[in-house]
């Protein structure tokens, strides 16, 4: 199985063993939801908030359903707050999460490899979103091909951003409810 973002289906078996032990529909009431994990899922829930509402805005000037003028201060307040909570979070996540939860299990040490390099390729699509923003913000309101050009780099993001997240959250949570690592 691929386990590049691009093409990855998922996690592969031999990272899914504590899944097995703790399947996703029993995370919530398991009494080792802490705090950590639900700021974890707060983020997530954030950056694919912020994803949908730039793809929907993108979406609403492009069908004229939106004020032009409003279009690009809300477009830019939206791409800054994903870019740079985006690059940001992914630094914690690679100098201080990872790196403790590798230690608790090092037979999922490859599982985080794949995340770190998801990093990376996460990095190079949001250089490509705000290159093509720059684009548009700076074209006429009418070009349609610099709306179209950045609707379709947030869209790709959107995809591969989802698919890290839930594979993040499919090695990361049952590492975090068995070891009962909080804060
Ligand atoms: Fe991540
Ligand atoms: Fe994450």
Redesign the pocket.
Known sequence: MTEALETREGLSEPLRVLLKDYPREAWEADPGFSQLIQFWFSRHAMFRELCARITELLEAHLDKRVDPQLMKPHHTRYANMLLGGLHE??HV??DHYFPKLIVLEEKLEHGFEI?DR??HD?TERLEAIAAASNVMLQAPEDDREAAEGALKEISRLGRLLDR??WD?EELIVPVLLKHGMDG
């Open positions: 979070y992914h996540e690679d995340l998801d990093h996460l890290h997240l993040e």
